[in-house]
Nanobody, 122 residues
């Protein structure tokens, strides 16, 4: 059974940093993408970042490029999202996901974590 467990969310002031973690288990992740999405209240879920498990290519939404960094630790089957220079508009529930389809769209992922809340105060 595939499981994704996020951690690291919290409350931070604008300009601050947080690092989210996503611990994965239950499948061989070398053939799958890992992605981070977020959903703010009243808004649709949106793509944040993705990394190919094999090769390590990374992709970012324009809104976070230059501020967020996605990385992975293969030995720990864990993906990280380092978030710097946080803004109030980054406030959302952040979800990690794994899949073999399009890295940008939610339908490209077949397993999702439970989400972790990130709140950025102004």
């Amino acid at each position: 059974q595939v499981q994704l467990v996020e951690s690291g969310g919290g409350l931070v002031q604008a300009g601050g940093s947080l690092r989210l973690s996503c611990a994965a288990s239950g499948r061989t992740f070398s053939s799958y993408n890992m992605g981070w999405f977020r959903q703010a209240p009243g808004k649709e879920r949106e793509f944040v970042a993705a990394i190919r498990w094999s090769g390590g290519n990374t992709y970012y939404a324009d809104s976070v490029k230059g501020r967020f960094t996605i990385s992975r630790d293969n030995a720990k089957n864990t993906v990280y999202l380092q978030m710097n220079s946080l803004k109030p508009e980054d406030t959302a529930v952040y979800y990690c996901a794994t899949g073999s389809g399009s890295y940008y769209y939610g339908y490209g992922y077949d397993y999702w974590g439970q989400g972790t809340q990130v709140t950025v105060s102004s």
